[in-house]
């Protein structure tokens, strides 16, 4: 009963909260619930995840993925403006870890990742043509190295073509991007690819998407009072 109680009131004062911020999705990951609190929008598994212990040491409060990834429903959710951000622990340096990737195609595609090439830092990138499979114009780089086995705080926001990246809260990078098209994205992933073989080996935590940009003081709020 107690448990129960708990839920419906997290549940309260995260819709309460979408009110608020315009949060749209949120999967806060806990006791082994990987559903989305706001819209039902709920993960799904493609391969057997591990429920593993958050930054707190809270178990069974954290996704844990081992060259794995799993479906996450954002079809039609870029359109403009947004911001993603979770908690993020990452356990390979293997080439552009993903964090999210939305698209119908490679060419299509929202990509977000926690290494660039062999560069261990954050990734973020809208592509319009098959011409930006190839380069990294119109791509913004973070600058701080993400280590492994360190937990760390991951913002990206779109507000029109400017796309930010924020490593704990502070801005990390920031540069042009192409718009996201309006397009159904049929394969979206939570730490996979549209490329094969492409698997994230990460601890993932708190993601939350909102429908507009975040200020920079809203991210800092965000990160502080987790
Ligand atoms: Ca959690």
Redesign the pocket.
């Known amino acids: 009963m107690y448990q129960i109680s708990i839920v419906k009131l997290k549940k309260a004062l995260f819709i309460l909260f979408r009110s608020l911020s315009d949060l749209s999705f949120y999967w ?3 006791e082994g619930v990987i559903s989305d609190l706001i819209n039902g929008k709920n993960l799904i598994t493609i391969r057997a995840i591990t429920h593993v212990r ?1 930054r707190f040491n ?1 178990t069974r ?2 996704i844990g993925l081992s060259s794995n990834y799993l479906k996450i429903p954002l079809e039609n959710f870029f359109q403009g403006d947004f911001t993603i951000m979770l ?1 993020y622990r990452k356990f390979s340096t293997t080439n552009f870890q993903r964090i999210i990737e939305c698209g119908s195609r490679e060419d299509d595609s929202i990509l977000m990742s926690a290494s660039y090439s062999d560069v261990q830092t954050t990734f973020f990138k809208i592509y319009d043509t098959m011409n930006d499979l190839n380069d990294t114009a119109k791509s913004v780089i973070g600058k701080t190295p993400i280590v492994l086995n360190i937990w760390y705080h991951l913002t990206f926001v779109l507000q029109g073509s400017n796309g930010y990246i924020y490593v704990n809260g502070i801005l990390d990078g920031q540069g042009d991007l192409n718009f996201p098209k309006n397009i159904f994205r049929s394969s979206c992933h939570l730490g996979g690819s549209l490329k094969a073989n492409i698997l994230a080996t990460a601890i993932f ?2 993601l939350k998407i909102f429908n507009r940009a975040l200020s920079i003081n809203e991210i800092i709020n965000e990160y502080e009072i987790n």
Do not use: C
């Open positions: 806060p990951f806990f958050d809270n409060s954290a908690w935590d708190d």
